[in-house]
């Protein structure tokens, strides 16, 4: 693929000028009007050491407003303590502004397979997780364009080697750049791969001639105005495809065989809730010598128990390695990005426990019975959620989701009780009664997602929750169970790859 781009492109420079003269302007309208209609740009310019790629972006930036613009040059994490679209999420660029990245998740990807050595390694399950994020910004309107800067070796390394003698410019050499020119062709077969897997219809690579640097320019800049002309001149936006078809469930079996007979006595409840906070406080410290990153989320219908069983979750726990994040209605900065974007800064890392009171499933609950979206965008919103808990999942984290169900004669005894109860009062709203006007929209809602979004990797318990004391137990038991499981699966990966690296040795 890269081999067959003609590398003998050029440009003069009087050439280059007249055209950059007559593309600024342009650049600056269209960036007025992707202003205007709220629609977001990420620019991503990847490509070899050497091949200018700070210089070509910098063009771009004379072209535009600096207050719509926010230039990142990702520097590498070094050891990897969450999974490594995390911080990308977060500098996604709000409705109306641009984020241009001159080394993105790219770079991360290419670097990790070059040093070590990973040429030959199926990094396919990467490359999903970067489409799937491709295609979550694009659905939602994102304009993305993705460019690489190709070079020949012998160009590489001419140009490395004068930066390396250029006393203002030799401190920009690493020896990651001089391993990329010795291991030409094996970067060469990872970029091609990349560029393979990664090329979709809705974030298409740009191939760049960069052996002239006018010539990389003005393709980068013109086809920036051309594609950005194209997107914001039409009538609909975003013009995506892929939203998943609607299916109508009558009810759904999930809700309705969860009411379980009896419940607890006071005392043998007490016993039981101290067995198991007693042994959640010993598997919170392995979580956090053992680097396992923990994600607990609630949802369900109002006033069925999310609050009381967090509760009883949390006070076990040692206040430094955990957060309970309480999730409400987003705020202005919030709505101006991809629903998802607030909770993607909140995954925990490695040995911290994030608990979720409600969560990004608002989008298919709430939002979709109030109306807050539009049906595409609650369609979607499935394959979205579902692709970045197997991105969470895959890196290693523990993953525990619950719905918790109540009947509506217990929901409405509870709602009276809580109006009656100067103490708890705060807790019913009028919202909450408008929300039970609806009881039948939210079950139905609430019974798809659970089809919908149960996996092998992030599947749901729903507790029936009319018995405190059961659902308590119920809960803590799961926790505790889904804990063991995790540290004895990551004990044994561990074990693994001692074994196979002592082979390699051997």
């Given at each position: 693929?890269?081999?067959?781009?003609?590398?003998?492109?050029?440009?003069?420079?009087?050439?280059?000028?007249?055209?950059?003269?007559?593309?600024?302007?342009?650049?600056?309208?269209?960036?007025?009007?992707?202003?205007?209609?709220?629609?977001?740009?990420?620019?991503?310019?990847?490509?070899?050491?050497?091949?200018?790629k700070?210089?070509?972006?910098?063009?771009?930036?004379?072209?535009?407003?600096?207050?719509?613009?926010?230039?990142?040059?990702?520097?590498?994490?070094?050891?990897?303590?969450?999974?490594?679209?995390?911080?990308?999420?977060?500098?996604?660029?709000?409705?109306?502004?641009?984020?241009?990245?001159?080394?993105?998740?790219?770079?991360?990807?290419?670097?990790?397979?070059?040093?070590k050595?990973?040429?030959?390694?199926?990094?396919?399950?990467?490359?999903?997780?970067?489409?799937?994020?491709?295609?979550?910004?694009?659905?939602?309107?994102?304009?993305?364009?993705?460019?690489f800067?190709?070079?020949?070796?012998?160009?590489?390394?001419k140009?490395?080697?004068?930066?390396?003698?250029?006393?203002?410019?030799?401190?920009?050499?690493?020896?990651?750049?001089?391993?990329?020119?010795?291991?030409?062709?094996?970067?060469?077969?990872?970029?091609?791969?990349?560029?393979?897997?990664?090329?979709?219809?809705?974030?298409?690579?740009?191939?760049?001639?960069?052996?002239?640097?006018?010539?990389?320019?003005?393709?980068?800049?013109?086809?920036?105005?051309?594609?950005?002309?194209?997107?914001?001149?039409?009538?609909?936006?975003?013009?995506?495809?892929?939203?998943?078809?609607?299916?109508?469930?009558?009810?759904?079996?999930?809700?309705?065989?969860?009411?379980?007979?009896?419940?607890?006595?006071?005392?043998?409840?007490?016993?039981?809730?101290a067995?198991?906070?007693?042994?959640?406080?010993?598997?919170?410290?392995?979580?956090?010598?053992?680097?396992?990153?923990?994600?607990l989320?609630?949802?369900?219908?109002?006033?069925?128990?999310?609050?009381?069983?967090?509760?009883?979750?949390?006070?076990?726990?040692?206040?430094?390695?955990?957060?309970?994040?309480?999730?409400?209605?987003?705020?202005?900065?919030?709505?101006?990005?991809?629903?998802?974007?607030?909770?993607?800064?909140?995954?925990?890392r490695?040995?911290?426990?994030?608990?979720?009171?409600?969560?990004?499933?608002g989008?298919?609950?709430?939002?979709?019975?109030?109306?807050?979206?539009?049906?595409?965008?609650?369609?979607?919103?499935?394959?979205?959620?579902?692709?970045?808990?197997?991105?969470?999942?895959?890196?290693?984290?523990?993953?525990?989701?619950?719905?918790?169900?109540?009947?509506?004669?217990?929901?409405?005894?509870?709602f009276?009780?809580?109006?009656?109860?100067?103490?708890?009062?705060?807790?019913?709203?009028?919202?909450?009664?408008?929300?039970?006007e609806?009881?039948?929209?939210?079950?139905?809602?609430?019974?798809?997602?659970?089809?919908?979004?149960?996996?092998?990797?992030?599947?749901?318990?729903?507790?029936?929750?009319?018995?405190?004391?059961?659902?308590?137990?119920?809960?803590?038991?799961?926790?505790?169970?889904?804990?063991?499981?995790?540290?004895?699966?990551?004990?044994?990966?561990?074990?693994?790859?001692?074994?196979?690296?002592?082979?390699?040795?051997?």
């Amino acid at each position: 693929m890269l081999e067959a781009v003609d590398m003998s492109v050029k440009m003069k420079k009087k050439e280059y000028k007249a055209a950059f003269d007559e593309l600024a302007p342009k650049l600056g309208e269209l960036q007025r009007t992707a202003k205007e209609k709220g629609v977001p740009v990420v620019l991503v310019v990847e490509g070899w050491e050497g091949s200018n790629k700070g210089s070509l972006v910098n063009q771009l930036l004379q072209a535009l407003d600096p207050r719509g613009y926010l230039f990142i040059a990702p520097p590498g994490r070094g050891e990897e303590r969450y999974p490594f679209l995390i911080p990308y999420w977060e500098i996604t660029p709000p409705a109306g502004k641009m984020t241009i990245l001159a080394g993105s998740w790219y770079r991360e990807v290419l670097r990790r397979r070059l040093e070590k050595g990973e040429h030959a390694k199926d990094y396919s399950g990467v490359f999903r997780d970067i489409c799937a994020f491709e295609r979550h910004l694009a659905d939602s309107g994102t304009v993305v364009l993705k460019f690489f800067c190709h070079m020949e070796k012998k160009e590489q390394k001419k140009r490395l080697e004068a930066r390396a003698a250029d006393p203002d410019l030799s401190w920009s050499v690493s020896e990651r750049d001089w391993l990329e020119n010795r291991e030409y062709d094996s970067f060469l077969f990872c970029a091609e791969e990349m560029l393979s897997f990664t090329g979709t219809e809705y974030a298409p690579w740009t191939v760049v001639a960069a052996g002239s640097f006018e010539f990389a320019a003005w393709k980068i800049l013109s086809t920036v105005e051309r594609v950005l002309r194209e997107r914001l001149s039409g009538e609909e936006w975003p013009a995506t495809g892929g939203v998943l078809g609607g299916v109508e469930y009558e009810k759904s079996a999930a809700l309705s065989t969860t009411e379980p007979d009896g419940d607890l006595s006071a005392k043998e409840y007490e016993k039981q809730l101290a067995a198991l906070q007693s042994e959640l406080k010993s598997l919170e410290i392995r979580v956090f010598r053992e680097s396992l990153p923990v994600i607990l989320l609630f949802e369900g219908v109002d006033a069925a128990g999310k609050g009381g069983a967090i509760r009883r979750i949390t006070e076990a726990l040692y206040p430094m390695n955990y957060t309970v994040h309480p999730v409400g209605a987003p705020n202005d900065l919030e709505r101006s990005h991809h629903y998802m974007w607030r909770f993607w800064k909140d995954f925990p890392r490695f040995g911290h426990i994030a608990v979720f009171d409600r969560s990004w499933y608002g989008r298919v609950l709430v939002e979709r019975v109030e109306g807050f979206c539009s049906p595409a965008e609650w369609h979607r919103a499935y394959r979205e959620i579902n692709e970045t808990e197997r991105h969470l999942t895959d890196f290693g984290t523990l993953l525990l989701k619950f719905w918790l169900q109540i009947d509506q004669e217990e929901q409405l005894r509870r709602f009276e009780s809580r109006h009656d109860d100067p103490f708890r009062a705060w807790k019913l709203t009028d919202e909450d009664w408008r929300n039970r006007e609806k009881w039948d929209d939210y079950q139905k809602a609430a019974g798809e997602m659970l089809v919908r979004t149960g996996t092998p990797y992030a599947p749901w318990t729903v507790v029936a929750t009319n018995s405190k004391r059961l659902a308590r137990i119920k809960i803590l038991t799961t926790v505790t169970e889904g804990i063991h499981k995790a540290l004895e699966g990551r004990a044994d990966r561990v074990s693994g790859e001692l074994r196979n690296t002592k082979r390699k040795k051997a």
